[in-house]
């Protein structure tokens, strides 16, 4: 039996929380050796806690993974195949465009059965976007590389993705933090940007840029006021943070 696979049967050992077909556990199956040997090589492990964070303009996906120091390092990166829209958050149903926010995913948003070969729901309209009158559903991460309003992967990035969430949630994440941004948040890209309608949106995502690049643990998000409020994570929350979500 390969080292992948036993770590898989410890994991499924704390017991199963996310939903499975036939479709997902080959999926699991096919990519737990590579994902394990890469982590290894990098001083990680499958089952650890995972962040995920879009960069709309680069079309990328980058997953990071909690060390054994408690930092996240960013472990793997996937060109996004398709999304649409142009910088800025979604506001409506039909609007054509991809969200931008912090998005909080537990094992009930996955869906292993997607017309899109495996997908995962973004929560959208998250707490914020309803405080700002924001509506559509079903904005997931999927396969299939084709996509209006979603992000769109390659079958092979999904199947990556997911198995590196499943193994979290089996080893007892509650929920896999998403933010997706317009650009990476940094002073000069902030400056570049300073003239757009959306700026102010982006202040407010840029704090939670900035404590994840000095703490290295993604922060925990809320919202006051119609605004985000983000606070250092020193533990992970036991729950599903925006209970009000779809």
Not at 50 to 78: H, M, N, P, Q, Y
Not at 156 to 168: D, H, K, N
Not at 218 to 237: E, L
Request: proline fraction near 7%; charge should be negative; aromatic fraction near 10%.
């Amino acid at each position: 039996m390969t080292r992948a696979l036993i770590v898989l049967l410890c994991l499924l050992t704390l017991g199963a929380t996310v939903p499975e077909t036939a479709r997902s556990r080959a999926a699991v199956a096919r990519r737990s050796a590579g994902l394990s040997q890469g982590l290894e090589d990098a001083g990680l492990k499958l089952g650890s806690p995972v962040f995920l964070r879009i960069v709309k303009d680069e079309a990328v996906l980058e997953a990071w993974v909690e060390g054994a120091d408690t930092r996240f390092s960013l472990f793997r990166t996937w060109p996004i195949c398709a999304f649409s829209g142009a910088p800025g958050p979604k506001q409506r149903t039909g609007d054509l465009q991809a969200p931008e926010g912090a998005y909080f995913v537990p094992p009930g948003r996955m869906n292993p059965a997607s017309s899109f070969h495996l997908s995962f729901d973004l929560g959208y309209p998250n707490a914020y976007d309803r405080a700002h009158g924001r509506t559509g559903k079903h904005l997931m991460v999927h396969g299939d590389c084709v996509s209006i309003g979603c992000y769109a992967m390659t079958d092979e990035g999904i199947e990556e993705i997911w198995t590196l969430m499943a193994a979290a949630f089996e080893a007892g994440q509650p929920y896999v933090r998403v933010h997706a941004v317009p650009f990476r948040l940094d002073e000069q890209n902030m400056r570049t940007h300073a003239d757009s309608r959306w700026i102010e949106f982006w202040r407010e995502l840029a704090v939670a840029w900035r404590m994840f690049e000095e703490d290295g643990r993604p922060p925990d998000a809320t919202v006051s006021d119609g605004r985000y409020v983000f606070t250092s994570d020193a533990a992970a929350p036991a729950a599903d943070p925006d209970p009000a979500g779809p």
